[in-house]
C-alpha cells in the first residue's frame, strides 16, 4: 500500500542550488497538491494539479516550479534555493473534487544553508 | 480575515477528559469539511469527515454549524495516544487551519 511516494526525504542544499522534489502516487487520484509546513504556519498550498495536464498556483508559489508529468507524478522545483525555503514539504493526492479528503506522503526536510 | 481559522493551543488535558476544538471558516460557500490528525514531525492523516448532520467514530465526534461558520471536534475519554495537533480542513479552496495542538497528561 504505497500510496503517495515523496522523494528524497531529507536534503540539504546551499544558497542558489536548484533541486527537484519528486511526488507519486499509485491511488489513480486526479488532483495533486504541493504543501510546505513551517513551525506555526500550518500547511501553505504551493501549487496544485487538478487534473493531468493543469497546474495552478496556491497561496505561497513564488520561488517553484511544478510538473505534472502524468496522472501519477507531479514534481517541485526549487531553481535557485533560497534559505527561506527552508520547511518540510508534503505532497498530497486526492480522487478529485467534491468531498473527498486528501492522502498525504511522508514530507521531505529540506535545509537551505 | 483567515479563510479558516482554529485556537493553535496548547490543549493541555487529563487522561480520561473530555475536549472540544473549534474551527471557523470564513467562505459560506464551502462544501466539504476534514478533521486530520497530525503527529510530530509526520505527515496529516485523515481523522474524519464533517458532515451536515454531525457524525460519530467512537471518541470523536464531529459537528458542524452552517450558520455560523465553524466546524468542531470533541474527543471523549482522552487517552495519551491523542496526543498530536488537529488540523481543521475546509476544502473549498483546500484550505488548512494552522492545527491544535493536544496534550493528553498522564
Known amino acids: 500500500n504505497a500510496g503517495v511516494t515523496q522523494t528524497p526525504k531529507f536534503q540539504v542544499l546551499k544558497t542558489g542550488q536548484s533541486m527537484t522534489l519528486q511526488c507519486a502516487q499509485d491511488m489513480n487520484h486526479n488532483s495533486m497538491y504541493w504543501y510546505r509546513q513551517d513551525p506555526g504556519m500550518g500547511l501553505r498550498l504551493i501549487y496544485y494539479?487538478?487534473?493531468?495536464?493543469?497546474?495552478d498556483k496556491g497561496e505561497v508559489p513564488n520561488g517553484y516550479n511544478v510538473s505534472r508529468l502524468n496522472k501519477r507524478e507531479f514534481s517541485l522545483r526549487l531553481e535557485s534555493a533560497a534559505p527561506s525555503q527552508t520547511s518540510v514539504y508534503f505532497c498530497?493526492?486526492?480522487?478529485?473534487?467534491?468531498?473527498?479528503?486528501?492522502?498525504f506522503g511522508d514530507g521531505t526536510r529540506l535545509s537551505i544553508l | 480575515r483567515k479563510e479558516v481559522e482554529q485556537d493553535p493551543g496548547p490543549f493541555n488535558v487529563p487522561e480520561g477528559a473530555t475536549v472540544a476544538f473549534n474551527c471557523t471558516y470564513s467562505?459560506?460557500?464551502?462544501?466539504?469539511f476534514f478533521w486530520y490528525r497530525q503527529d510530530c514531525r509526520k505527515e496529516p492523516k485523515l481523522l474524519m469527515s464533517v458532515y451536515s448532520s454531525g457524525n460519530e467514530d467512537g471518541r470523536f465526534t464531529a459537528q458542524l454549524n452552517r450558520a455560523s461558520q465553524y466546524i468542531s471536534l470533541l474527543i471523549r475519554d482522552s487517552k495519551l495516544s491523542d496526543s498530536a495537533t488537529y488540523l481543521c480542513?475546509?476544502?473549498?479552496?483546500?484550505?488548512f487551519g494552522i492545527g491544535t495542538k493536544l496534550q493528553v497528561i498522564p
Open positions: 498530497a493526492s486526492r480522487a478529485g473534487t467534491g468531498p473527498q479528503p486528501q492522502h
Open positions: 480542513v475546509v476544502n473549498q479552496k483546500v484550505t
Open positions: 467562505n459560506s460557500a464551502s462544501q466539504s
Open positions: 494539479s487538478a487534473s493531468e495536464g493543469t497546474t
